[in-house]
């Protein structure tokens, strides 16, 4: 099938290129002319037109940044971007499914991309175009292996011609497909992220009364991580959680919930608790969701 990748970062390239490795054929665009480069190198076809994309595609994947800003995220780039593929579909008669795969809050897709896709095209998504929000769950040290070999692929579809638009590309995959709707999509990622970022917490208070009553939190520590169901992610204290993803996560989420009336106090606490690790052990390492393990050599010993 031939796709676009709209956003040739991290989680763009390593979309295009696994699907293209998978037997698709992947068209790039990035306003920035460094990852395009770097991709045309590679053997890739790119182009700097969005019109291109659109043309070229059947679906399309948007991999744009939602930073956290404030601590709270910034939709601007996607909501441009959105306005930008609506204009071009204007000029296109043929169904194309537009695929989100940036973190953005539950709700998001639904009542402001869509919204803004039909504003700037003058059609009816699920009529003349199709929406899914397929979130991304890679690492920055290893974007392709994990696409390559994801641990399950989450498809939250518009309605089920866009959702069997994205199983038809993830056909050669044989990990689990979870095919849900467009605000439950939005929310698994934030789930992962923020119970991620839960469980280092968890483990740096721990940490914390360990070292007050004199206890080796490492004995402690490794013992807990032999539970199958815990694992050795996340629970060695004295390491604040940090990177791309956990922290900017975490601060957008709780924002987000303040938003819908809801006040996330252990989403705060979770915060807190890292503020308070971040300060006891300020040269420790930082755990990221890049991680599946943190060594204990790694570990900082703080007094």
């Given at each position: 099938?031939?796709?676009?990748?709209?956003?040739?970062?991290?989680?763009?390239?390593?979309?295009?290129?696994?699907?293209?490795?998978?037997?698709?054929?992947?068209?790039?665009?990035?306003?920035?002319?460094?990852?395009?480069?770097?991709?045309?190198?590679?053997?890739?076809?790119?182009?700097?037109?969005?019109?291109?994309?659109?043309?070229?595609?059947?679906?399309?994947?948007?991999?744009?940044?939602?930073?956290?800003?404030?601590?709270?995220?910034?939709?601007?780039?996607?909501?441009?971007?959105?306005?930008?593929?609506?204009?071009?579909?204007?000029?296109?008669?043929?169904?194309?499914?537009?695929?989100?795969?940036?973190?953005?809050?539950?709700?998001?897709?639904?009542?402001?991309?869509?919204?803004?896709?039909?504003?700037?095209?003058?059609?009816?998504?699920?009529?003349?175009?199709?929406?899914?929000?397929?979130?991304?769950?890679?690492?920055?040290?290893?974007?392709?292996?994990?696409?390559?070999?994801?641990?399950?692929?989450?498809?939250?579809?518009?309605?089920?011609?866009?959702?069997?638009?994205?199983?038809?590309?993830y056909s050669n995959f044989t990990?689990?497909?979870?095919?849900t709707d467009l605000d439950t999509?939005?929310?698994?990622?934030?789930?992962s992220n923020t119970f991620l970022?839960?469980?280092?917490?968890?483990?740096?208070?721990?940490?914390?009364?360990?070292?007050?009553?004199?206890?080796?939190?490492?004995?402690?520590?490794?013992?807990?991580?032999?539970?199958?169901?815990?694992?050795?992610?996340?629970?060695?204290?004295?390491?604040?959680?940090?990177?791309?993803?956990?922290?900017?996560?975490?601060?957008?989420?709780?924002?987000?919930?303040?938003?819908?009336?809801?006040?996330?106090?252990?989403?705060?606490?979770?915060?807190?608790?890292?503020?308070?690790?971040?300060?006891?052990?300020?040269?420790?390492?930082?755990?990221?969701?890049?991680?599946?393990?943190?060594?204990?050599?790694?570990?900082?010993?703080?007094?």
């Amino acid at each position: 099938m031939k796709v676009g990748i709209i956003g040739s970062g991290i989680v763009g390239q390593a979309t295009g290129m696994g699907l293209v490795a998978n037997g698709h054929q992947a068209r790039f665009y990035d306003i920035d002319n460094r990852p395009l480069q770097t991709l045309r190198e590679k053997g890739y076809e790119t182009t700097d037109e969005i019109e291109d994309v659109i043309d070229h595609a059947e679906a399309i994947f948007v991999c744009v940044p939602t930073p956290t800003v404030n601590k709270k995220i910034n939709l601007k780039i996607i909501e441009s971007c959105a306005i930008s593929i609506g204009k071009s579909l204007r000029n296109t008669n043929k169904y194309l499914v537009i695929t989100f795969r940036s973190t953005i809050p539950p709700q998001t897709t639904r009542t402001k991309l869509i919204p803004l896709l039909e504003a700037a095209s003058g059609l009816r998504s699920g009529e003349d175009f199709g929406v899914c929000m397929n979130p991304e769950f890679l690492r920055e040290k290893s974007p392709l292996q994990d696409f390559l070999e994801p641990n399950r692929i989450v498809v939250g579809a518009l309605d089920k011609r866009s959702g069997d638009k994205l199983r038809n590309i993830y056909s050669n995959f044989t990990c689990p497909l979870i095919v849900t709707d467009l605000d439950t999509a939005e929310m698994i990622k934030y789930s992962s992220n923020t119970f991620l970022a839960a469980k280092i917490s968890f483990f740096n208070e721990i940490y914390l009364i360990c070292r007050k009553l004199g206890i080796d939190e490492k004995v402690v520590s490794d013992a807990v991580a032999l539970d199958p169901r815990i694992g050795k992610y996340g629970v060695f204290g004295g390491t604040p959680f940090g990177g791309m993803c956990l922290p900017k996560d975490l601060q957008a989420f709780i924002h987000f919930a303040g938003t819908k009336g809801i006040n996330p106090v252990l989403l705060k606490a979770i915060a807190k608790v890292n503020q308070q690790i971040v300060q006891f052990c300020p040269e420790s390492p930082r755990i990221t969701s890049e991680a599946t393990t943190i060594p204990l050599e790694m570990q900082t010993t703080c007094s």
